[in-house]
């Protein structure tokens, strides 16, 4: 049955739900090239405005899934788990948890994206090691699966087309931040990727596009029940996105500081997080131990044993990764003197970076005494992809090595002309306009900040 274009926007436009016939018709007519792209933008903003019904949104994910290839994992044995996160600053935890979820024996088969807007993507933190390709042939994807335990690769044309098509639009239309537009395209993806069961990290705070925890939870919500109906159990864990993950935004220096998780060290809340999600995937599996504080024993002795490290070597070495390049420099991480901005009062610093981004590294001096006390994360997102981490247009390059280095975490005592974060880019044009996007995104206040939690909640 045929349709027009301008009926379903008018319709949508008019808060009237789109049928399911109507929203399969649409997917196959964009994805196959026969709907321009301002009419989809404009039908995008429609849902913007006025949402999605449940019914809606599951028919757009079936479809959205459904638009090109569903990966067909059942010759590999046992339940494979997958976990997605909404997007954030900072966010490395799937180079942490796939390894360790492989060093226990949980295959997991992972489709990761590039960053988005503000937000990082782990295929962009991936292709950071020299040689590492995340685009594989279907037999490729599932020869790693087998050898290695996991696999982590870009979306192929072939998964989830429509999603591919629909993530670019929506980035350059601003209308990203939508609830069954999030779900749809996470969804569709994880349901057309074949795995039987999902761990959902879902990140709020204002460095993810669920800005508050009553929209991060109603997106869970939505998530979980689209996996209920298409029969895949959904765990949603809600984590605190309101300063970046760790100390590391960028790309090689993330995939170092996952690293340094997996050898048995890390800041925090970073490690607190990756932990959780492990647990989680693997009480999902088939080796699910009897209580969680087994489990968490269970996720600890693979990073104590080196396990989870040797996997994750693994991984990177099968993807065509210069393994060789990165233990170097993972091994030559020293400690370099900072200087103070002009207060002779203040003891010089020493930050822990690897030699080949020492050459480009320049401090960011607070302008105050007192406590860090909020951050506006996405300006720090935004201040990231201006020293080349990230994409400002679709067609940008990233440098692997650029990115920041955060040397204070909120509740921290800071003193004026003290060191609060390291930027390394190659382009030194971008550096005053970005390390002022950056302090304006930090507010330094004489009071101390409630202490948070980096989760806030378990949705099952
Ligand atoms: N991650 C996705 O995969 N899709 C979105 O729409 C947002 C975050």
């Not at 429509?162 to 350059?172: F, G, I, Q």
């Not at 537009?181 to 994880?190: E, G, Q, T, V």
Request: proline fraction near 4%.
């Amino acid at each position: 049955m045929g349709y027009r274009m301008y009926d379903l926007i008018e319709k949508k436009k008019r808060k009237d739900p789109l049928s399911e016939e109507e929203i399969r018709w649409m997917i196959r007519e964009y994805t196959e090239g026969r709907l321009p792209d301002y009419q989809m933008s404009a039908l995008m903003m429609a849902v913007w405005f006025n949402g999605m019904t449940d019914e809606e949104t599951t028919y757009l994910t079936m479809a959205m899934a459904r638009s090109g290839d569903m990966l067909d994992l059942s010759a590999i044995p046992g339940t494979k788990v997958d976990k997605h996160s909404t997007g954030g600053i900072g966010d490395k935890t799937t180079l942490v948890v796939a390894p360790i979820l492989a060093a226990l024996g949980v295959p997991t088969a992972k489709m990761s994206g590039r960053g988005l807007g503000f937000t990082g993507g782990t295929v962009d933190k991936l292709e950071s090691i020299p040689g590492l390709r995340s685009e594989f042939s279907e037999e490729e994807f599932l020869r790693i699966l087998k050898d290695v335990g996991f696999v982590d690769a870009a979306q192929t044309k072939a998964l989830a087309p429509a999603d591919k098509l629909l993530y670019a639009l929506r980035d350059v239309t601003a209308t990203v931040d939508s609830i069954p537009l999030i779900a749809s395209s996470i969804m569709s993806k994880k349901l057309a990727a074949g795995a039987d069961r999902i761990v959902l990290d879902v990140k709020c705070g204002s460095g993810a596009f669920m800005q508050d925890r009553e929209s991060a939870v109603a997106l869970a919500r939505q998530m979980i029940r689209i996996g209920d109906l298409a029969g895949r159990k959904v765990v949603a864990v809600i984590s605190d996105m309101n300063q970046p993950l760790g100390h590391a935004v960028g790309n090689l220096v993330e995939v170092l500081e996952a690293l340094e998780v997996l050898s048995g060290g890390g800041e925090e809340r970073l490690r607190t997080l990756c932990m959780e999600i492990a647990v989680e995937m693997l009480q999902l599996s088939d080796h699910a131990r009897q209580d969680r504080e087994e489990a968490k024993a269970a996720v600890e002795e693979v990073i104590r044993s080196g396990a989870a490290m040797e996997r994750c070597m693994a991984f990177y070495r099968a993807a065509g990764g210069d393994t060789e390049y990165l233990e170097k420099a993972f091994r030559n991480i020293k400690e370099y003197p900072v200087t103070m901005d002009g207060d002779e009062t203040l003891e010089a610093v020493t930050v822990p970076t690897v030699p080949i981004m020492a050459e480009t590294m320049t401090p960011v001096y607070a302008k105050e005494d007192g406590f860090l006390f909020a951050c506006d994360n996405a300006e720090v997102g935004m201040a990231s992809v201006m020293l080349g981490a990230g994409r400002a247009k679709k067609e940008d390059v990233i440098d692997p090595l650029a990115g920041i280095l955060i040397l204070k975490k909120l509740g921290d005592p800071v003193r004026k002309g003290e060191p609060i974060a390291i930027f390394f880019t190659k382009d030194e044009s971008v550096l005053p306009a970005a390390k002022e996007r950056f302090l304006a995104a930090y507010t330094i206040s004489e009071k101390k900040p409630e202490e948070t939690s980096v989760i806030l909640e378990i949705l099952r």
